[in-house]
């Protein structure tokens, strides 16, 4: 397993949650990693990208100002912190990572481009 996502549960509407993702195995700073999630009977959904060195992110709008992606180069993981949390973020949620030869948002939302998957995490979210 290249990837390991954790940090999901349940949470009422409202709260937060960190989701974290680790790769051990894998050489971390040479790689931007991407959080996404997927709800039953709907597509994969990007929600943000962070660059290899964290410098640049990338949110898709229905999670900017709530949502925030960061990595640590050191722990070699990578971090969504979900914050005011609605019932219709309940989804299971999955980390990518891929090396990028260019780190622009058209990449980085696209889930064909990432080369390693976790194995996702399940938020659910009550009101």
């Known amino acids: 397993v290249q990837l390991q996502a954790s940090g999901g549960g349940p949470v009422q509407a409202g709260g937060s949650l960190r989701l974290s993702c680790t790769a051990p195995a894998l050489t971390f700073r040479t790689f931007a990693f991407g959080w996404f999630r997927q709800a039953p009977g709907k597509v994969r959904e990007f929600l943000a990208a962070?660059?290899?060195?964290?410098?640049?992110?990338y949110y898709a709008d229905s999670v900017k100002g709530r949502f925030a992606i960061s990595r640590d180069n050191v722990a070699k993981a990578a971090y969504l912190q979900m914050n005011d949390l609605e019932r219709e973020d309940t989804a299971t949620y999955y980390c990518?990572?891929?090396?990028?030869?260019?780190?622009?948002?058209?990449?980085?939302?696209?889930?064909?481009?990432?080369?390693?998957w976790g194995q996702g995490t399940l938020v659910t979210v009550s009101s």
């Open positions: 962070v660059s290899k060195s964290g410098e640049d992110t």
């Open positions: 990518a990572a891929d090396r990028f030869t260019r780190f622009d948002l058209r990449d980085a939302s696209d889930s064909e481009v990432y080369e390693f």
